[in-house]
T-cell receptor
Framework: GQQLNQSPQSMFIQEGEDVSMNCTSS?????WLWYKQDPGEGPVLLIA?????ELTSNGRLTAQFGITRKDSFLNISASIPSDVGIYFC????????????FGSGTKLNVKP | NAGVMQNPRHLVRRRGQEARLRCSPM?????VYWYRQLPEEGLKFMVY????????ESGMPKERFSAEFPKEGPSILRIQQVVRGDSAAYFC?????????????FGPGTRLTVT
């Protein structure tokens, strides 16, 4: 199956700091999605990327679709306590139109 | 537009009983995916369905687990003769399908506890 590596596994940061996490795959993807999951809830879609090199923002969040189409990163600027949660990347391969593959998640902890 | 709905949110079953988890996709979505998540772990793909068809069940155990998405009504994930190891959160996601740009939207999950 597809290998999707997400790093780091967890992060402990101070409120106000910027955060960066990334995902790499062994295959070329045509879509990258980033989700946030709060405890006891389902993942919520944050950003969707469809084109190599695409850079998309959603408030303090910015994500990029790598030009090799095998990676993506998510940045969070000026973190706040409510950013705490688990962030997942997901990608869709070009030869399997609708199946998505998920990273193992980055657990973010923000100290006030 | 209502989001993906799952019920029940919590389900307790004794070993050997059957568990039925329901998922109603977003309006206009014809593709449904089921995932399983253990505490502190990521999402494990189980099965991908379109209306009346199973497209990919490569992540679903061959025994005791089955899924369906009938023409009318919600998608059902069924676990027969549950064991303690089946305790997990089960998430359903839906997408419109059939588009070059497609996104999955998740429901709130069903937390299954097997006692």
């Amino acid at each position: 199956g597809q290998q999707l590596n997400q790093s780091p596994q967890s992060m402990f940061i101070q409120e106000g700091e910027d955060v960066s996490m990334n995902c790499t795959s062994s295959s070329i993807f045509n879509t990258w999605l980033w989700y946030k999951q709060d405890p006891g809830e389902g993942p919520v879609l944050l950003i969707a990327l469809y084109k190599a090199g695409e850079l998309t923002s959603n408030g303090r969040l910015t994500a990029q679709f790598g030009i090799t189409r095998k990676d993506s990163f998510l940045n969070i600027s000026a973190s706040i306590p409510s950013d705490v949660g688990i962030y997942f990347c997901a990608g869709r391969v070009t030869d399997n139109f609708n199946k998505f593959y998920f990273g193992s998640g980055t657990k973010l902890n923000v100290k006030p | 537009n209502a989001g993906v709905m799952q019920n029940p949110r919590h389900l307790v079953r004794r070993r050997g009983q059957e568990a039925r988890l329901r998922c109603s996709p977003m309006k206009g979505h014809s593709h449904v995916y089921w995932y399983r998540q253990l505490p502190e772990e990521g999402l494990k793909f189980m099965v991908y369905l379109q209306k009346e068809n199973i497209i990919d069940e490569s992540g679903m155990p061959k025994e005791r687990f089955s899924a369906e998405f009938p023409k009318e009504g919600p998608s059902i994930l069924r676990i027969q003769q549950v064991v303690r190891g089946d305790s997990a959160a089960y998430f359903c996601a839906s997408s419109p399908g059939g588009r070059a740009h497609d996104e999955q939207y998740f429901g709130p999950g069903t937390r299954l506890t097997v006692t």
